[in-house]
């Protein structure tokens, strides 16, 4: 698999068809196949870094839907690969990846879909350790995937978020579905051909905007991202007691090490795509601003984050990507 790594989205419109052309090996399907076949053909991948209690039963109530499920797990010495080997050694379609170290969420993803491709499943389900899927879940993005024309490469899920009440878009019938920018990792239906075509995920963003990055370099491929408006799992992005914003929503409450990943990777992004879209890139410009100016006033450990924040500016303008290497950020999370 070719990983995209620290390479940046071609600007040039001849390279784009040259692209399109060379890749008519893997044109998106007009139909797809019955109801159980379909399913099959979903490989789900899931990165766990210490799961709660609540993870083998998370797992349990997924693997019905999908053909394979595939467990990248990223938790460094106290691993739970063996007992998720043990719990599930007698389902064939269960396969567990132990990295002992956390390589990341792009590199764990990619590895994922690695082994997705090796045993010729069509789709990467992605999904966060801490997402309760509901049951119709794949059926209900397979289902958007038949209604939509031209076919999406990234189907996204929508999801009801706890902490404000309500879903990530306005709920509709299964079927529905809304054209995107962007989409998160958790809950998104990937065409796993065309996701290791375009580079797969970027590791050296190691983790946050990883999402982000993907789905502008699929829409700058000439493929469409969408999202159902059926609510298909419950999710919540970081932790509680982040800010609402006018026009912006709820800012995520993460620890400074994650605030330094959000601010480098944003710039990076934003870089790279201001060009292609300049309306997604402007608000992610003045949501990373109104984020700075909130946790500089409000939020608690704000001096550790803001400082965390600058590093994560400087390293994106400077392109020192991959791990943090900064040791007194990596002390203080």
């Excluded at 139909?31 to 766990?48: G, L, R, Y």
Aim: charged share 25%; proline share 6%.
């Amino acid at each position: 698999m070719n990983n995209h790594h620290a390479i940046e989205t071609s600007q040039n419109p001849n390279e784009l068809a040259h692209f399109q052309q060379e890749h008519k090996a893997f044109p998106i399907p007009d139909t797809i196949a019955s109801p159980q076949a379909a399913a099959d053909s979903v490989c789900a991948v899931v990165v766990a870094f210490f799961p709660d209690q609540g993870f083998d039963e998370r797992l349990r109530s997924l693997l019905p839907q999908v053909g394979m499920l595939v467990v990248v797990d990223n938790t460094p010495e106290e691993s739970d690969a063996r007992r998720l080997k043990k719990l599930f050694n007698d389902e064939g379609r269960v396969h567990i990846i132990e990295n002992r170290v956390n390589v990341g969420i792009a590199a764990a993803l990619n590895q994922g879909l690695e082994h997705a491709l090796k045993h010729g499943r069509k789709w990467v389900l992605t999904l966060d350790q801490d997402t309760q899927c509901y049951p119709d879940m794949v059926s209900t993005l397979l289902q958007i995937y038949e209604a939509c024309e031209p076919r999406p490469a990234v189907i996204g899920g929508n999801y009801f978020d706890p902490r404000n009440g309500r879903p990530k878009v306005p709920a509709g019938e299964a079927g529905e579905f809304l054209e995107q920018k962007t989409v998160i990792t958790s809950g998104s239906l990937i065409d796993a051909s065309l996701a290791d075509a375009i580079g797969g995920f970027r590791e050296d963003y190691f983790i946050d905007q990883v999402d982000h990055e993907f789905c502008l370099r699929v829409r700058a491929h000439g493929y469409r991202v969408i999202i159902s408006r059926k609510p298909v799992m419950v999710h919540s992005v970081g932790g509680p007691g982040g800010a609402r914003l006018p026009l912006l929503g709820i800012l995520p409450n993460h620890p400074p090490l994650r605030k330094y990943y959000i601010a480098r990777n944003t710039v990076v992004t934003i870089s790279a795509y201001w060009r292609q879209e300049p309306e997604w890139c402007l608000r992610r410009f003045v949501r990373l601003i109104l984020g700075l100016g909130y946790m500089a006033v409000l939020e608690e450990n704000r001096l550790a984050k803001v400082r965390a924040f600058a590093a994560g500016i400087a390293d994106g303008i400077f392109r020192r990507l991959g791990p943090c290497r900064r040791k007194w950020l990596l002390r203080a999370d």
